[in-house]
């Protein structure tokens, strides 16, 4: 967890602690807003004194997912790192998910090497028409090597392969 210049860190085993980052990172020319992301992995170091951490080494990243930074720079704002999967949400109405939002999102994890899980939600209000749109849409996702899933959350239908693919 990033808020400022404070970040909560998990240990591997351990409780999480709360780290400020060593000054050289900031110091260091960097093309991002945010030296640390969520998701990163660390080496950080206890202060005796404060109690709290000192993030001393950003590992390599296997991946991260930027966006612009909002001020008028040309530096970028990591949004996650190391990113394991990334699941999209999609729902033929109510409201619709359109073909160009879900293009637009697979090319972004696409340039990041990150997994995507297409989740066609609320099958429960779908009549057939729609369920035939959901089905079309699949089998073109599929086709092209993405994994697709179908589930009523408000129905709790396939829930258990949803919670499996987020463990």
């Not at 240990?11 to 990172?25: D, H, L, N, S, Y």
């Not at 729609?130 to 089998?139: D, S």
């Not at 899933?149 to 408000?154: C, N, P």
Request: overall charge neutral; proline content about 2%.
């Amino acid at each position: 967890k990033s808020t400022g210049s404070w970040y909560t860190v998990k240990e591997e085993a351990g409780p999480t602690v709360a780290c400020r980052i060593k000054g050289k990172f900031r110091l260091d020319e960097l093309k991002s807003t945010n030296p640390v992301s969520v998701g990163d992995r660390v080496t950080f170091e206890m202060d005796d004194i404060t109690g709290n951490g000192v993030i001393t080494h950003i590992h390599e990243r296997k991946n991260y997912i930027i966006r612009k930074a909002t001020n008028l720079s040309k530096q970028t704002h990591i949004l996650a790192a190391n990113i394991d999967q990334a699941i999209l949400l999609v729902t033929i109405n109510y409201p619709i998910t359109t073909n160009i939002f879900i293009d637009r999102f697979l090319t972004s994890a696409e340039a990041y090497r990150i997994p995507v899980v297409l989740l066609f939600n609320k099958t429960d209000r779908y009549d057939a028409k729609h369920l035939a749109q959901m089905e079309e849409l699949r089998a073109v996702y599929e086709s092209i090597g993405y994994e697709t899933r179908a589930l009523s959350a408000k129905n709790q239908e396939n829930l258990d392969e949803i919670r499996e693919l987020l463990r």
